[in-house]
């Protein structure tokens, strides 16, 4: 009985009245920032078939374990995707982002059907690709400190605060060092001014570092002086290199004076003045002056004065007759 059942078969599958397509292959979803779509390979290039995709709510076991369900009637069709020739099947619209679902497809080409082929459980709260996180840098020059602001490239209302970011930084070229976790902006005060700094921030999932998350790729900014610190500066570095070149100028000045003592000396001494009257008697104008005022003056009678020895005068007496 069953040797003619199989040649039955058989006849009918050379007559073309049974015959199966192949299943598609590669059956995967593809999911990022909560993006997915169900994709697969077909094993005909025929533009001609179609496929057909169905969906199943998996549900927990006793013991907390998703565990998928073996009734048929849990199997819901896709509208957007049946008997559609593209080779994907867009998800986001149809299935929500928190319950865990097994897809499955099959190929139709006329009266021929394909065997169902199946995907891997997906959650998409759990498993789509998150990243990398929108990061942009304000520094703030008044304070010396910088603004890290943050945005998603997905609705972040499916996560609530279940999901934070973790701010990382750096000073150039050294190592990163975690800041903080935080749902929304953050400012860093731990930086010097003038330097160079990065920032690079991960996605956490209930406080654990989300393995299939992509980092932002790491931004940079040099923290930059205030323009009153700026001013201060400048003021102190003018008046610092005048008291310097002031400093030079004397030490210059000493340094030349006490080599050239002498000339110096020599040089700051004030000059030889004549008295006037001496001058005038030098240059010969005392005589003429003299000259002309005796010249003016009314004439004066000579007066001959004659000195007589007093011992030739006791003589003299002594030999005068009648002397006595």
């Not at 982002?97 to 897809?103: A, C, D, H, S, W």
Request: charged share 25%; proline share 5%; hydrophobic share 35%.
């Amino acid at each position: 009985m069953f040797l003619k059942y199989l040649i039955g078969l058989l006849f009918l599958t050379r007559r073309g009245v049974l015959t199966l397509l192949s299943p598609p292959v590669n059956v995967t979803v593809k999911s990022v920032n909560l993006q997915s779509e169900l994709c697969w390979s077909p094993v005909t290039n025929d533009e001609n078939v179609e496929y057909t995709v169905q969906y199943r709510v998996n549900r927990k076991s006793s013991n907390g374990s998703s565990k998928e369900s073996s009734d048929h009637d849990d199997w819901l069709e896709i509208t957007e995707c049946e008997a559609t020739r593209a080779r994907r099947c867009n998800l986001t619209s149809v299935i929500d982002v928190f319950i865990n679902v097994t897809l499955r497809v099959r190929a139709r080409d006329g009266t021929r059907t394909s065997p169902w082929s199946q995907s891997s459980p997906f959650k998409a709260i759990d498993q789509t690709r998150l990243g990398p996180p929108i990061v942009k840098l304000w520094p703030i020059p008044e304070t010396g400190k910088l603004e890290v602001r943050m945005r998603d490239p997905f609705h972040r209302n499916d996560f609530t605060h279940d999901l934070k970011y973790r701010v990382y930084y750096k000073k150039e070229d050294s190592d990163w060092m975690m800041y903080e976790d935080t749902v929304s902006t953050v400012l860093i005060d731990k930086f010097e001014v003038g330097l160079n700094y990065c920032v690079k921030v991960h996605y956490i999932w209930r406080s654990k570092l989300r393995p299939n998350s992509v980092p932002s790729t790491p931004k940079c900014a040099i923290i930059s002086e205030s323009e009153t610190a700026r001013s201060i500066r400048i003021t102190w570095i003018t008046a610092s290199l005048i008291g310097l070149l002031i400093g030079v100028l004397l030490l210059v000045c000493i340094c030349t004076g006490t080599g050239n003592y002498d000339k110096l000396k020599q040089a700051l001494q004030a000059p030889l003045r004549i008295p006037e009257h001496l001058r005038e008697f030098l240059s010969g104008e005392e005589g003429s002056s003299t000259s002309n005022s005796s010249s003016n003056e009314e004439p004066i009678e000579r007066i001959s004065l004659v000195t007589i020895d007093k011992e030739v005068a006791e003589e003299e007496l002594s030999s005068t007759p009648g002397h006595t």
